[in-house]
Every structure is written in structure tokens, then in C-alpha cells.
């Protein structure tokens, strides 16, 4: 778990994101698969709250939802959508890459609709189009 965390407390160094988005707690087939995920998960949350970046959660069924419209999609097609949505050549690997890409791309899709109660305004999303300019030009 050692070795997580400073993969990942040297990733926020290194590239500085303003945010992490990360899969929500899901059960796994296996109970120690479970345990373990949960484990590295959990270190992923201290990294990022250590560093001070905002730490966003989301339910597996809110990921597939946002990135291939039905909650209930598979692996697969997650994948597929990712590679047609980000025009990647191939599958992020392994199949966790894939999943926090997936992650990643529900915040980004999420910060551009505005939220109930918010306290403080949203950063426009960076692939939000800017506004024409009009009148008159000379």
C-alpha cells in the first residue's frame, strides 16, 4: 500500500491536477478482491486529500451512464465508448487505466451541469465552446 501512495502522491506532483476522480466503493465476485480494492482505494482518498486536491467519488453505474448512456453497460462497452469519445488508437491498459479514464471523464462531463445547492460557482468545463464574437468588425 506504501508503494500506492507514492505512486500517486508523485503523479500529483508531478502533473498538478486540480482535481481526482475516483470509482466509488463496488463488490467484487471475490471477498478478498474486494477487501483489497477498498484497501487501495482508501490510499488513493488519503493521497489526494494529503495533497489538498478536490476528490470526487463516483457510483460505477454513474460512470458507465455518463460515458455510454445506460448504467447497466459492461466493461466492453465502456471501453469501446472510451476509445470512440477520446479518439484513442486502443483500449487504455490495463483494464483499470481504462477505469479511471472512465472516472476522469464523468468529472469532466459532470462540471458542466450545475449543481443543486452549489455554494460556490463551477469552472467552465475545457471543452466548453466560447461564445462567437459579433457586431460590427473592421
Known amino acids: 500500500m ?8 508523485e503523479l500529483i506532483a508531478r502533473h498538478r491536477p486540480q482535481a481526482l476522480a ?13 477487501v483489497v480494492l477498498g484497501h487501495a482505494r482508501g490510499v488513493v482518498l488519503l493521497a489526494g486529500a494529503q495533497t489538498g486536491i478536490d476528490v470526487h467519488e ?5 460512470i458507465k451512464k455518463a460515458v455510454v448512456g445506460s448504467g447497466a453497460a459492461t ?7 472510451l476509445v470512440r469519445l477520446l479518439r484513442l488508437k486502443s483500449v487504455p491498459a ?3 487505466a481504462a477505469d479511471g479514464v472512465a472516472a476522469a471523464l464523468t468529472y ?11 455554494e460556490r460557482p ?12 459579433t457586431g460590427n468588425r473592421r
Open 2 to 9: 506504501r508503494e500506492i501512495h507514492e505512486g500517486v502522491v
Open 22 to 34: 475516483v470509482e466509488d466503493v463496488f463488490y467484487a465476485k471475490n471477498v478478498r478482491t474486494t
Open 58 to 62: 463516483f457510483p460505477p453505474a454513474e
Open 75 to 81: 466493461k466492453e462497452q465502456v471501453q469501446f465508448m
Open 94 to 96: 490495463p483494464s483499470d
Open 108 to 118: 469532466l462531463m459532470a462540471a458542466r451541469l450545475p449543481k443543486i445547492g452549489a
Open 122 to 133: 463551477l469552472l467552465p468545463s475545457p471543452f466548453s465552446v466560447k461564445p462567437a464574437i
